[in-house]
């Protein structure tokens, strides 16, 4: 646990030296957030401001996990080969995103409109598939499941392959929907890495947990900047990367099935967006003319049409995610004291 505070301290500093340099040149290139017109009114203010600010997460974590891994080759096994995984899932989904952010910006499909869902869903699944098998087929040969409150593991065969295919796409998926409000989608996912990182730890897998908090330290420092009034916005560069590898590393833990607890609000972020649109579809259908069971969607629009104030919702929605990740350790720790 020290060397993971340590490298997630040096992760953080790595990340705030960057930061002011980034913004600089993110500025000077026009790479700016474009706000779309059904949003709510208040966003409007916020156009032009620096996005692809992912790169400030993604970058230290890639340099800190690579150097490591290079250090493995002269035998100090400084750090465990199974982060090499993680590494890719962060880099390939980081790429992604700027990809679609950069498209966005440049106005290539319309305001504020990146890659075509169909294509960025296609290497979405790509990415996963390959992440799937070689979780599967590579060794270790992960292809357990841990049950919540029960100290032992299940094998579950290759069902795991469709299994990690959905974590992965769902939840990168998820962290995307809820990056709309200032430092709301990085102080909820600093605190799932925590909690996973807690979790690695009670299992001993040493190098996963350090990972996890290396992650960890290079969000506290893009909240730095991110912190309202936002001078930088993570983008798809961090959403996509960042959701994709929670989800991995849900499932290198074994303890997948605390992913919707620890990540309680990602979760009920997407379900608003699929209910509401299922719903919208619905109603269309039957009466003619689509209806809303939210104000708005995702879930954190609805509670600012209903007045509460931009903080008060990422304030709120951040206690929530504690109060969940509370208990999700809690119930890997009940499981390993059973």
Known sequence: MARALTLGTVSFFIAVFFGGPLIHLLKQRGIGKQIRIEQPDRHQVKTGTPTMGGFLIVLPVLLITGLLNIVNLWGLNAIGQSTLLLFFCLGSHALLGAVDDWQGVKGIRGQGEG????????????????????????????????VPG???????????????????????????????????????????????????????????????????????????????PAQLFMGDTGSLALGATLGLVSVMTGQWLLLPVVGFVFVAEAL??????????????????????FKMTPLHHHFELLGWSEMQVKERFWIVSVLSGMLGVALQIWGTQS
């Open 115 to 146: 890659m075509s869902a169909r294509m960025k869903s296609g290497f979405q699944l790509l990415f996963a598939t390959i992440l799937a098998l070689v979780l599967y087929y590579g060794p270790p040969h992960w292809d357990y499941v841990g």
């Open 150 to 228: 029960y100290p032992d593991f299940f094998r579950i065969g290759a069902w795991i392959i469709p299994i990690t295919i959905f974590i992965i796409v769902g939840f990168s998926n998820a962290v995307n929907l809820t990056d709309g409000l200032d430092s709301l989608a990085g102080s909820i996912a600093s605190v799932a890495f925590a909690c996973y990182g807690v979790i690695a730890f009670l299992q001993n897998q040493v190098y996963l947990t350090a990972f996890c908090f290396t992650v960890v330290g290079a969000l506290l420092a893009f909240l730095w900047f991110n912190a309202y």
């Open 272 to 293: 608003s967006v699929i209910i509401q649109v299922s719903y919208f579809k619905l109603t269309r259908r039957l009466y003619g003319e689509g209806r809303r069971v």
